[in-house]
């Protein structure tokens, strides 16, 4: 973790991969409010998670989207759903893929993890679609 950031290929791609998926404002918020404390955290997700994982080759963002959704729910990490929920108008997810995913959560982690999950992406849905009708006026 002594690494200045930006120094690895790594770190780079998955700064790009990250800002592609969750939104250059949702990233510069994560990084103007890390402290000494919390940005080797903050550096190694985006290596990590971002430059490791969402940048291989095998799974395209859309289904990336839908398995870290479906863990996320299962897992019970709600703001975390929130966020990726909103994060599918940048990697294809559709609802209908949130829905599928969700479905296979009540059957295999539980009905009230889904059940959670749909009240999530609900309530992101209501949130995603007023500002689209905002900025259509």
Known sequence: MDE????SARYRSGLAVRRSVLGDRHVDRAANA????????QNLITEAAWGTV???PGFTRRER???TLALLAALGHDEEVAMHVRATANTGASRDDICEAFLHVAIYAGVPAANRAFKIAKGVFSEMDESQNVHAR
């Open 4 to 7: 200045v950031p930006g120094n």
């Open 34 to 41: 890390a402290t000494d404390f919390d940005r080797p955290f």
């Open 54 to 56: 969402w940048a291989r």
């Open 65 to 67: 989207s839908i398995v």
